[in-house]
């Protein structure tokens, strides 16, 4: 069974940044794309960032476009996730997903990390 497992999450203020990495051990999955999803407070789980296995994809959401890089290293089978310029918006709960397939609008992915909590304050 794959697991992943999250780091780096944690309390920042406004303006600063945070460096989330995810591990992935156990089993085997497909080299497909991996992601970061995330989900705040009473909200649905929404899609943040994910990069091809190959490295040389990216796609980000909107709202994070311009401040947070998603990159890969697939010999090491870890993802990251440098968020910069961090807005009280950005809290949520960050989950790692790998095994994605990419459509035009969405990523569906087959294996969830716990996640990490980010918190922002203002």
């Known amino acids: 069974q794959v697991q992943l497992v999250e780091s780096g999450g944690g309390l920042v203020q406004a303006g600063g940044s945070l460096r989330l990495s995810c591990g992935a051990s156990?089993?085997?999955?497909?080299?497909?794309?991996m992601g970061w999803f995330r989900q705040a407070a009473g909200k649905e789980r929404e899609f943040v960032a994910g990069?091809?296995?190959?490295?040389?994809?990216?796609r980000y959401a909107d709202s994070v476009k311009g401040r947070f890089i998603i990159s890969l290293d697939n010999v090491k089978n870890e993802v990251y996730l440098q968020m910069n310029s961090l807005k009280p918006d950005d809290t949520a709960v960050y989950y790692c997903?790998?095994?994605?397939?990419?459509?035009?609008?969405?990523?569906?992915?087959?294996?969830w990390g716990l996640g990490t909590q980010v918190t922002v304050s203002s």
């Open positions: 990069i091809s296995w190959s490295g040389t994809n990216t």
């Open positions: 997903a790998a095994d994605c397939t990419v459509l035009v609008s969405a990523f569906i992915c087959t294996y």
């Open positions: 156990g089993g085997s999955f497909s080299r497909n794309a």
